[in-house]
């Protein structure tokens, strides 16, 4: 039995994974619901996955957040306590993270490698760059896409999809969380 692998990514309308200008977390959109669905998502035991870019930026920061940031949010914190590994070929430690493993190599081998072994599913949030070579690999079985409706046409940073394979997509799940943010679970088969 192969653990199912989770690629999860907040997106604006417009495809990109952050912004910069004066957004700020989450767009600004953030709601009870989202949170309260992202901690209960994170509540359940599973093993999160991580490229070294991602990892170094919410370890980063998490450092130089303060109580009450978004970035401390309860999901946050219980995604920072779940079993983690990272795949990064230049990272030498776990930067603080209580129970990350940093394992050298190519991520489409260790992946491959955990979803043989792994007894609890496996989900990674961002790693864009490594997901997009995952899911051209056939390894990733869910895209979880949280769409905030915010359009970030001068500002956005990090295309989700840029330079990804073609995929046809299997809605599995849709949610409105907050009234207008839409969170769109698919299975991705290569086109």
């Not at 999860?8 to 669905?37: I, N, T």
């Not at 994170?42 to 978004?70: K, N």
Request: no cysteine; aromatic share 8%; glycine share 8%.
């Amino acid at each position: 039995m192969t653990a199912t692998y989770t690629f999860d990514v907040f997106s604006s309308l417009d495809g990109y994974g952050a912004a910069g200008g004066d957004w700020s977390g989450y767009w600004g959109k953030q709601g009870p619901e989202l949170l309260d669905h992202r901690l209960a998502l994170y509540g359940a035991e599973q093993r999160m996955v991580f490229g070294a870019t991602t990892f170094r930026a919410f370890a980063r920061m998490l450092a130089e957040s303060s109580e009450g940031d978004d970035v401390r949010d309860p999901w946050v914190t219980r995604m920072r306590n779940l079993p983690t590994t990272v795949v990064s070929s230049t990272l030498e430690d776990s930067l603080g993270w209580p129970d990350a493993s940093v394992v050298s190599g190519d991520a489409l081998d260790v992946v491959a490698r955990l979803k043989k072994e792994s007894d609890v599913p496996l989900r990674s949030h961002g790693s864009l760059a490594m997901n997009r070579a995952l899911m051209a690999a056939g390894l990733v079985d869910r895209v979880q896409v949280t769409v905030f409706p915010v359009i970030t046409g001068r500002t956005g940073l990090d295309p989700v999809f840029r330079g990804a394979e073609d995929f046809d997509l299997e809605l599995l799940e849709s949610r409105t969380l907050d009234r207008n943010i839409q969170e769109l679970v698919y299975r991705p088969i290569l086109h």
